[in-house]
């Protein structure tokens, strides 16, 4: 298996506009589009290997070297900081981290600013920076509904096209970091396989240039 290479792709979306990004640098694998529930995919003459993970877990797979490299967006990488490298921007997947609530939830910063979040180290630094006090409350999902119910005054999430936000009478009050995916690397098959890693990384950067 020295010379085969592991990708460790996001379930969802995301994870097939990156597929489809790895099949246009010559690295497809036609079974991957079969319409079944099977997790892994080969292709014996191009040596790869794809699977799909729960997007959060991409980086635990790449670091550990299950996956040699793999597809995660920063937000997963700034929450989690995995010991990985991050090889490139594949500028997909764009969208921002804010902090958003209900209009003039920031206004008092006396009071300790409760934030619900599905990120809690991102939003901890973001008001650290401020010097601001925060109660972190750490949600899986669904944050929108945490200020309308006053469980918390903001929240701290991904903002993609704002449609969430605006339907629930929410306002992005702050933007944290933007954010897009990232072509991640394991750090010990970058060094031992190498060749063909920066061969996969030099494909990807041409056919970015390409698109811009
Ligand atoms: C993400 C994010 C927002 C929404 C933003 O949620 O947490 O809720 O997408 O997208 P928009 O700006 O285009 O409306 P996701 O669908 O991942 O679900 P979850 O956070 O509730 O798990």
Not at 17 to 38: H, M, Q, T, V, W
Not at 50 to 69: C, H, N, Q, T
Not at 113 to 120: D, E, I
Not at 168 to 192: C, D, H, T
């Amino acid at each position: 298996m020295q010379d085969w290479i592991s990708v460790a792709l996001p379930k969802g979306r995301l994870g097939e506009k990156a597929y489809d990004l790895f099949e246009k640098i010559g690295y497809g694998c036609p079974s991957i589009k079969e319409d079944n529930r099977k997790l892994i995919f080969e292709n014996e003459e191009a040596r790869v290997r794809y699977f799909w993970a729960k997007p959060s877990d991409v980086p635990i797979y790449v670091e550990r070297g299950a996956a040699d490299v793999g597809v995660a967006g920063k937000d997963i990488l700034l929450e989690y900081v995995p010991d990985v490298y991050e090889l490139s921007d594949l500028k997909m997947g764009k969208c921002r981290m804010m902090v958003a609530g209900l209009p003039g939830a920031l206004d008092d910063s006396g009071r300790t600013l409760r934030v619900a979040t599905k990120f809690p180290r991102i939003a901890a630094r973001h008001f650290a920076a401020q010097s601001r006090e925060i109660d972190i409350i750490k949600l899986n999902g669904s944050i929108e509904i945490a200020p309308l119910l006053d469980l918390s005054d903001v929240i701290v999430d991904i903002v993609e096209t704002g449609t969430t936000l605006k339907e629930n009478g929410l306002i992005p009050l702050e933007e944290v970091v933007p954010i897009s995916a990232r072509f991640i690397a394991n750090r010990v098959s970058y060094k031992f396989k190498n060749e063909r890693m920066r061969g996969m990384q030099e494909r990807i950067a041409a056919l970015l240039r390409e698109k811009q």
